[in-house]
């Protein structure tokens, strides 16, 4: 039988023992976040925007502090890491002088007739985001309403904290062995707990990191494996999320999906989500899609954002590129929340963290389609998976592109054909700086139409270098 009609899937395994970490993003429910938080800053005009960078403060929970001192000393060598990358990556363009947050509301949140959001019988005595209590020193006064009032606000309770100054995100930091840790897979989970009132951007946010699974070692191996981890899961809370899409805006500030007259976006409720416009996320029929047993008809969600669609048609050479494939694998915190594995390996946002993982310039075109940011894309890293391969391969099945490499007794890379076999057999990368192994294996239960194709492993860095002029 010929290799290339042998139904594959494929397997990851990290020849450097480094961990492979899968994202366990989950989209908070509406229930979860607190919209439209007024912090006003009187010497700013929304007309007159001007982008600086962003601050972001850190504070750790205390159960950061309760972590074997090994496990906190590495916490708090990473985040620091990850803050000062995305600091010197993003600019916001609505800072305010002092942030402070709103208090979660002990029933439900009413919009009054003149558009502030107050909490109906007031407000929780401790306030959340995510696993974590918000200091009350971080926190605005409670804002009321009672039933039969005519949605007269009022302010009640303490007094507002004293904010945080100089902050434009404010991020919780806890390690907590939660439910979503004891699943043995997930390092950690991130996503945003309160929006700002003026263009919808995260103003807060938490991370939970997994505590059994943070690992040991040298403190320079750990960090190393971890903090594009923490640099992954900041973007989650910062604005790549299924729950953030519908909030989205252009560059001029206006929203980009249908807005209600009290200045929401629809929300729906079979996906329990904000519903997003097709000016963001449409879907692609591909009728061509070539797998084992002939041609297929299949639906691709695409990211068609105005700077992602120029970023990712300068990375693969492809000048006719609808948009750049979500992941459409798993739930609502796999699919729809990371670029699709197969076309983009190793970019950082891909669901699962593999090796030499990057931040490229196709991840922060999202960031400043957002509307929220502008992005200092030197601070982009190289992304080699797919560079300059021209359409067939970001458009076409793998099965397609291998077939139609080997037919012309061209090189598949940067796929493989040779199945993985005991003891492995190594080859060069691709790009002839590292050596590799071809991770292919035979899946034996039948598959679905759409996955029964030669669906192949990236090569894998090895933990030595290749050495110049070995073959």
Known sequence: MSILFIIMILQIVALNNAQNIQCSYKPPNKDEVMYKVSNPNPNQHKRSLKANNIRIKIHYDSTVSNLPEEKSNIVKAVFPLAVDYWQKTLMVRNSVPVLRLSPTCRAKEIVTKNGVRCCLFGCLKRSRCGEVYIPKDHLQRCKQTLLFSNNHCIPSGPNQGKGLSNTDFVLYVSSG?????????????????????????????????????????????????????????????????????????????????PRLANGDPVYDNKMNLYKWSDKIIRPVIRNDWQVASGNISRVFNMMITPNVLREARSHFNCSTLKGVELENQGNYGTAMTHWEKRILENEAMTGTHTQDTVFSRITLALMEDTGWYLVNYSMAEDLAWGKNLGCDFIEKSCFSWIQHRLLSQSDPSPYCVRIKSHPLITECSADRKSMAVCNLVIYDNPLSLEYQEMVILKYRRCICSYKSGAS
Not at 206 to 223: A, E, K, M, Q, R
Not at 225 to 240: C, D, N, Q, S, Y
């Open 177 to 257: 062995q939660t439910d979503r840790c004891r699943d043995g897979n997930t390092f950690a989970y991130a996503a945003h707990c309160q929006l700002e009132d003026s263009m919808d951007r995260p103003i807060a946010g938490y991370i939970n990191l997994c505590p059994d699974l943070l690992g040991s070692g040298t403190p320079s191996h750990v960090i190393s494996v971890f903090l594009p981890t923490i640099k992954h899961e900041f973007l989650h809370a910062l604005g790549f999320s299924v729950s953030l899409y519908a909030f989205y805006r252009d560059q001029d500030g206006r929203p980009l999906s």
